[in-house]
């Protein structure tokens, strides 16, 4: 791209922005400078399992963006995702393509060449990653959920903001493709179509117990298995509790233990939820009142939840219900009638039904309310693409389409309802101190201490003056 292009690239792209964000929220202040014009955007890669991949594939489509390095604790899934690298720009013609492997991550932080990284690491490493990232000057793309807990979203929310990068969360529902339905529905919702909105129903599919106990297994070469742990309590290595050795794109074990991540309530109600904010005005709120239960597995090699029932009050009246009966995706209800939106075709996990072969992804009570919007009504930002739109808030220094402060709300939504969950009893939550409301038990559970003091992201925070 040529210096000339990149200048009506960047002028553009803010011109079009700023023009189109008619909804609160939308754009804030950001990084402190606007990219050069005259080189494309560094980025390294941190995490080189299933979403890694797609990440650093999407991000490298783009000639905004150059991908410099990759990193991962497993030597196998690193090579594979620097050979990767390395082949993309050698099929565009490129010879001498360097592409530096890095197994710890904070060599990546300290070089000043690198402007951007994607974090696609395990839930439970987010926060330390990106808010250390943040700290460095590095903007940020982080996949879902956010962070693995509500005490790290508000800490990365924090270094994000006082260092002025950019962070696009992977929340890529919001964008226009191939999630279009989100993105309609939210805004019909949000401009009053199906009148005033009273109950949204949402469905995340759930995790079904795997079968087999839970059995120590010797750790594979090539894979710091104890730093991988980070700040996780010290606990035998199982395959079936980490990654796939034989896959990079096979599913993850880590995503159904409950030290890892959290189980179907932030792993896709990290997505369904965001819409559901989104859609009802409430991305910098949240719930005032969580009623939630749910089973939990049991001496099963996967621990997160099973079945679940939530429900959730918003200070504008709107009852939230989320149930693993439900079809996945989300139905807004209003005075005037409904309209549902999902991903169609995609499963959450192989019992799900095909959408594709039934109702479509995106239908109402009356096909008049998914008529098109008009001129008077308001619209989100454009972002046809999510690693776009986040590369293009670099190059043009203003907010993303999932910008951190809502994706710390979404998140905490998420993990309140966990908190419900596990405790099994109502639950009243308060927005503005991002706490519940005189209830010791449930407040223990915002955050948890870490296994050694290298991984205390409070420590990190403390040492930055940020607490």
Request: proline share 6%.
């Amino acid at each position: 791209m040529t210096s000339l292009t990149r200048r009506t690239f960047v002028r553009n792209t803010l011109l079009g922005s700023i023009g189109l964000a008619a909804l609160p929220g939308l754009l804030g202040a950001s990084a402190s400078s606007v990219l050069s014009p005259n080189r494309r955007i560094q980025v390294a890669q941190i995490g080189c399992g299933r979403m890694g991949t797609t990440d650093f594939e999407g991000v490298m489509a783009h000639p905004l963006a150059r991908v410099v390095a990759v990193c991962d604790l497993d030597a196998r899934r690193l090579a594979i995702a620097q050979a990767k690298v390395v082949k993309h720009y050698q099929k565009r013609g490129e010879t001498n393509v360097e592409v530096k492997a890095y197994h710890d991550y904070r060599e990546i932080l300290a070089r000043s060449d690198i402007d951007a990284v994607i974090v696609s690491t395990p839930d439970h490493w987010h926060a330390l990653v990106a808010v250390e990232a943040a700290l460095a000057g590095k903007h940020l793309y982080v996949q879902k959920p956010l962070t693995y807990d509500i005490n790290e979203a508000i800490a990365l929310r924090k270094a994000v903001q006082a260092r002025k990068v950019i962070l696009q969360t992977g929340s890529q529902q919001r964008s226009e493709k191939p999630f279009h339905a989100f993105r309609k529905a939210s805004e019909l919702v949000r401009n009053g179509r199906i009148g005033t909105l009273r109950v949204v129903r949402i469905g995340v599919g759930m995790d079904k117990p795997s079968g087999r106990k839970p059995t120590p297994m010797p750790v594979p070469a090539g894979f710091d298995y104890e730093r991988w742990l980070g700040p996780v309590a010290r606990q035998p290595y199982m395959e079936g509790r980490v990654h796939p050795q034989n896959s990079v794109n096979g599913r993850p074990g880590w995503i159904t233990t409950e030290d890892f991540g959290l189980g179907m309530i932030t792993n896709w109600g990290a997505h369904h939820l965001d819409i559901a904010q989104w859609a009802m005005g409430q991305e910098l709120g949240g719930p005032t009142l969580i009623h939630a239960k749910a089973d939990f597995m049991q001496d099963d090699l996967w621990t997160v939840h099973r079945n679940y029932h939530i429900e959730m009050k918003y200070a504008n009246d709107v009852q939230v219900i989320l149930d693993n009966t439900f079809e996945n995706g989300l139905r807004f209800e209003g005075d005037l009638g409904w309209v549902f939106c999902a991903r169609g075709a995609e499963k959450v996990t192989a019992s799900d039904p095909n959408v594709a072969d039934g109702p479509s992804p995106f239908r109402a009570s009356d096909p008049k309310w998914l008529a098109p919007l008009e001129g008077g009504e308001k619209r989100w930002m454009p972002s046809p693409n999510h690693y776009l739109n986040w590369l293009e808030g670099i190059a043009g220094n203003h907010a993303p389409i999932a910008p951190v402060e809502e994706a710390a709300r979404s998140v905490q939504t998420c993990c309140a309802a966990w908190i419900g969950m596990k405790l099994g009893r109502p639950l009243k939550w308060d927005v503005s101190t991002e706490s519940f409301v005189g209830d010791e038990a449930a407040n223990a559970l915002r955050g948890r201490p870490a296994s050694k003091p290298e991984f205390d992201i409070n420590r990190v925070m403390k040492n930055a003056g940020l607490v």
